[in-house]
């Protein structure tokens, strides 16, 4: 017995008929349309339990396709593919009511296991709610990578929601650019984004920044001040690296979210607003927490929803893209012409450790607008100190790579049929770090011993078993 009845449109025939056979492989009943109109032509003899779009196609498009369903069949749930995985994509197919966002390529197997869930929902949950169609713009925020798919389906959730998150990543990644996009794409967009960055102020001047102060409330206060709260009000107030937070004041940021109001410093009269809190921080909180140095129940008041940036080491494959994305911005902010990369430079840069993400990289390239001297951007004309800290940074982290060389060698020695890899790593690998101890101590034992965490016997063992000299 077929589980449900799934319709996939798509105007390219391979999707079609991959999808078709592996849904109904699953025991899903499975029809598909090349093409919008003849989906809506024959919803007048049924309705499926589930639809899968593609978002770009010939005529109506997916989303265009996605919106006439929402309004007459609300309780459909609608998956949406597109090849185009930017973050307008993931956040207009929310936005337009979307089940869920599929990004192709995927995997055969996580798209069926979405197919399910999405059948399983149709039983359970009715949509009623017609979202409004935002204008589109240029993505904010650039990745095809996992990491920052993953991003983007977080901002398209959270597109109708006011609820409080905390973005954590290293400096560089772009959290204040992510703040900004939950804030344009929810229900707060037409009121204000006020930013605060909790390391860039003096601390005795925090709480006047952030909850303003009477007149004569203190030396210089010569008028009433808004703090960053009321200018805030109705709006978004983001605040970045708050493990930097004094806890004094974490204490009064608490209160504003439970309570919706403050004082002023100096004041006696409270003042209420309506905010919503996006926090950032490069730092873990959880430590900070453990240590005493962050309010635990403030952290589980930020903590509501958590989105991870990665860091650009860890989303390679975005990096031309960012690259030239860059160049442009830098070519039309100093009115020259766009700088292309050579092969060699664009492989240089993709294969650099850095350490400022993505910041770095755009500083990079308005670096390389300037100095640059052709229009081809070789790998000579990289600046050297480029290439300086990416060494430097390699070998703070060299303690990485001997894990990927193990990684690959285990995996090379299984393709040769060698199973008995303990067997012929771990001798190897005490070897290594024995002599490397014996050395360090300049030959003694007993000092070595402590440096391995071994006992005096176990040395004594091991030197035999080895064949290590201890001269």
């Known amino acids: 017995m077929s589980k449900g009845l799934i319709w996939v449109v798509d105007d390219d025939s391979s ?7 592996t849904l109904n492989a699953a025991g899903l009943k499975c029809e598909t349309f090349a093409n919008a109109d003849s989906v809506i ?68 197997d996580e798209a069926v296991t979405l197919v399910e869930r999405a059948v399983t929902h149709s039983q359970e949950q009715k949509r009623q709610q017609q979202p409004e169609q935002e204008e589109k713009s ?21 597109s109708r929601s006011s609820i409080s998150v905390l973005i954590n990543g290293e400096s560089g990644t772009g959290k204040e650019l992510v703040a900004h996009a939950l804030h344009r794409h929810s229900p707060r967009s037409h009121k204000e984004f006020i930013a605060l960055n909790m390391a860039a102020i003096p601390k005795d001047l925090i709480e006047s920044e ?13 008028s009433v001040r808004q703090g960053r709260f009321e200018q805030a009000n109705g709006g978004t107030l983001f605040l970045d690296e708050i493990g930097d937070m004094p806890l004094d004041i974490q204490t009064r940021l608490l ?16 003042v209420n607003v309506d905010v919503r809190i996006i926090a950032a921080t490069h730092q873990d909180l959880e430590r900070l927490v453990t ?10 008041r930020l903590n509501v929803i958590r989105v991870h940036l990665p860091a650009l080491k860890d989303r390679r494959q975005d990096i031309p893209q960012l690259t030239r994305h860059f160049l442009q911005r830098a070519s039309d902010e100093l009115g020259v012409e766009v700088k292309t990369l050579h092969p060699t430079t664009e492989t240089t840069l993709t294969e ?16 390389l607008t300037v100095m640059a001297s052709g229009n081809e951007i070789l790998p000579s004309d990289l600046p050297p100190e480029l290439l300086t800290s990416d060494i430097r940074t390699e070998t703070n982290n060299s303690h990485g790579h001997w894990h990927h060389a193990l990684e690959q060698w285990a995996r090379d020695t299984l393709q040769q049929g060698n199973q008995n890899l303990l067997g012929e790593a771990l001798p190897e690998f005490e070897k290594i770090l024995l002599e490397t101890a014996l050395e360090h101590t300049h030959g003694h034992k007993q000092e070595a011993a402590r440096l391995l965490g071994w006992g005096r016997n176990t040395l004594t063992r091991k030197l035999k078993e080895l064949n290590v000299a201890a001269d």
């Open 255 to 270: 209160r504003v979210l439970a309570d919706g109001q403050f004082y002023r410093v100096g004041g006696h009269s409270p």
């Open 138 to 158: 240029a993505p904010e925020i650039i990745g095809e990578a996992p990491a920052m798919q993953e991003v983007f389906r977080a901002i398209g959730r959270l």
């Open 291 to 300: 240590n005493g140095d962050f309010r635990e129940d403030l952290f589980h």
């Open 15 to 21: 999707i079609r008929w991959v999808l078709e056979r």
């Open 41 to 108: 032509e024959s919803l007048e003899r049924s309705v499926p339990d589930v639809l899968v779009s593609d978002i770009r196609m010939p005529g109506m498009d997916g989303l265009t396709l996605l919106k006439s369903l929402q309004q007459d069949y609300p309780a459909l749930p609608v998956i949406i593919m597109t090849a185009h995985s930017d973050l307008d994509a993931a956040v207009n197919a929310y936005q337009e009511g979307a089940f869920e966002y599929l990004p192709k390529p995927f995997d055969i």
């Open 210 to 222: 952030l909850f303003g102060h009477e007149k004569g409330a203190f030396t210089g206060a010569n």
């Open 352 to 367: 650099l450790g850095w350490p400022g993400n993505v910041r770095q990289l755009e500083n990079t390239c308005r670096w």
